[in-house]
């Protein structure tokens, strides 16, 4: 069967595309003010947005400065200052869930997410490079823990979660570090417990000094890391050592952002 593009004329600021529904939300700057508006519309085949279509609207005191669909149902945005969620299903307002943290100031924001039951948020940010390697961007993470009002820093380019096999499903988080120590650039997996208990940690294969991972994903029993070169390698979890079962080069093309479903096709 052969889908027909459905084409649009969109003249605001960002668009994105729910990833389960005919859902589209849309921002826009203000002119002459740093707010933005947002717009959630449920659209069909035949027509573009109409105002009869909002669903919800939002004006934010402040510019957005990144936004995805966290799940089917919730926008994730984040501002200069914090952290906000939106629910499409009810009359609610964006939700703040937290500010942002010192180490994430003057950060090109570059992902935001949640484990499936929002216990775990964590923002991902990318920062200029030490002065010995300039040209290998720092990354910087928050963890912020829900239930617990709590945050946490550190450096890391790319996070997931998993709480699959886990005793009482604890929630595991995996971050993916790039570090430069000496002019030597080592990449590491680090696997802890939201609760701060360092499960394992070992050494990745570093595609290129340059490099860096952009995306994680966690699928069964498998860890998915793809870096900005477009370099996709898997890593099989049975065991804490985290064995690498497979490394191919999937784009020539300098890679920028991901999707879930993305990584999913590649296994």
């Known amino acids: 069967m052969q889908l027909e593009p459905l084409r649009?004329?969109?003249?605001?600021?960002?668009?994105?595309?729910?990833?389960?529904?005919?859902?589209?939300?849309?921002?826009?700057?203000?002119?002459?003010?740093?707010?933005?508006?947002l717009h959630i519309y449920k659209y069909n085949n035949s027509i573009a947005c109409e105002m009869k279509d909002i669903m919800k609207s939002h004006k934010?005191?402040?510019?957005?400065?990144?936004?995805?669909?966290?799940t089917p149902k919730m926008l994730g945005m984040v501002t200069q200052t914090s952290v906000?969620?939106?629910?499409?299903?009810d009359d609610s307002e964006p939700v703040k869930m937290f500010e942002k943290t010192g180490n994430l100031?003057?950060?090109?924001?570059?992902?935001?997410?949640?484990?499936?039951?929002q216990k775990?948020?964590?923002?991902?940010?990318i920062s200029p490079g030490s002065p010995e390697r300039p040209e290998l961007p720092k990354g910087n993470v928050q963890?912020?823990?829900v239930e617990e009002q709590q945050s946490e820093t550190l450096e890391a380019h790319a996070a997931s979660f998993d709480s699959?096999?886990?005793?009482?499903?604890?929630?595991?988080?995996?971050?993916?570090?790039?570090?430069?120590?000496?002019?030597?650039?080592?990449?590491?997996l680090h696997v802890f417990s939201h609760k701060g208990k360092l499960s394992f940690s070992r050494d990745l294969f570093c595609p290129s000094?340059?490099?860096?991972?952009?995306?994680?994903?966690?699928?069964?029993?498998?860890?998915?890391?793809?870096?900005?070169?477009?370099?996709l390698i898997a890593y099989e979890l049975k065991t804490t050592t985290a064995t690498e079962i497979y490394r191919k080069t999937i784009s020539p093309d300098p890679i920028l952002i991901t999707s879930e479903a993305g990584l999913l096709c590649c296994q």
Not at 106 to 116: A, E, H, S, T
Not at 210 to 228: G, W
Request: glycine share 4%.
């Open 120 to 125: 775990c948020l964590v923002l991902i940010g």
């Open 143 to 145: 963890l912020f823990l």
């Open 164 to 188: 699959s096999d886990v005793p009482g499903n604890e929630i595991q988080i995996y971050f993916a570090t790039t570090s430069c120590n000496a002019g030597k650039v080592t990449l590491k």
């Open 105 to 117: 100031s003057n950060n090109q924001i570059i992902d935001y997410k949640c484990d499936p039951s």
């Open 209 to 231: 000094e340059d490099d860096f991972p952009v995306a994680m994903q966690i699928f069964d029993e498998y860890v998915f890391i793809i870096t900005k070169l477009g370099l």
């Open 60 to 70: 934010m005191p402040e510019k957005v400065v990144f936004w995805k669909w966290i």
């Open 8 to 37: 649009m004329n969109i003249k605001d600021d960002s668009a994105l595309m729910n990833p389960n529904s005919k859902f589209l939300s849309l921002k826009a700057q203000i002119p002459g003010t740093i707010e933005d508006h």
């Open 84 to 89: 906000y969620h939106w629910s499409y299903e």
